[in-house]
Structure formats: C-alpha cells, structure tokens
C-alpha cells in the first residue's frame, strides 16, 4: 500500500509563488516516475509536471517556464515550485505516483489533493 500526502496548498496572489511538497509512504525512488497533476473547476484533471525515476522531467505547456518539479529520494519526497501564479492556477493538485510494473499491471497512485486558489 502507498500513501501520498500533499502539502503546501492555500490561497496566494496573482503573480506569487508556492511550493507544493507530497510525501509518499513508500520508496520513492522505487516509483517510476512522480508528479502533480491539477483539476481546475468544471475541467478534466490535467498534468502540471512529473519527473522520472532518472530525474527526467515533463511540465504541461500551461506551466512550462514558471515551474520546478525535484525529487528528494531519501525522504521519498517530490515538490513543486510554481511562479508567477496566476488565477487560472486555480486547483485542486493531486500527486501522482506511477510504480514499477507488476504482473497485475503498472501501480498508479494519487494523493488526497491539495487546493490551491490564486486570487487577482
């Protein structure tokens, strides 16, 4: 069983910063890859960023530029640094965890969420 624990989350002015931090129950470093994802109201969740197990990373166009996503596998830890926040950053931000495969198929975990509300 893998826990996910998102933190970090809260209200923020256009043009802030936030940092998001997930901590996961297991072995981060055995997690093929993790990341955020987000689910603003009224549309489908989307990816903010994941970052594989080589340290590789991916960030959706949306952020690109004005986000930073770091793994810390020793405290089996994943953050994500986001700037120049703006409304449409407004969300719910889940973490993401994708394990290694098994025979049953490819493990994926998310987090509870964490909300995060950029005002103007």
Not at 69 to 78: H, L
Request: charged residues 15%; proline residues 4%.
């Amino acid at each position: 069983q893998v826990d996910l624990v998102e933190s970090g989350g809260g209200s923020v002015q256009a043009g802030g910063t936030l940092r998001l931090s997930c901590e996961a129950s297991g072995s981060a470093f055995s997690f093929k890859a993790m990341g955020w994802y987000r689910q603003a109201p009224g549309k489908q969740r989307e990816l903010v960023a994941h970052i594989n197990k080589d340290g590789i990373t991916q960030y959706g166009d949306s952020v690109k530029g004005r986000s930073a996503i770091s793994r810390d596998n020793a405290k089996n830890m994943v953050y994500l640094q986001m700037n120049s926040l703006n409304p449409e950053d407004t969300g719910i931000y889940y973490c993401n965890a994708v394990g290694l495969p098994i025979p049953s198929g490819v493990p994926n975990y998310w987090g509870k969420g964490t909300l995060v509300t950029v005002s103007s």
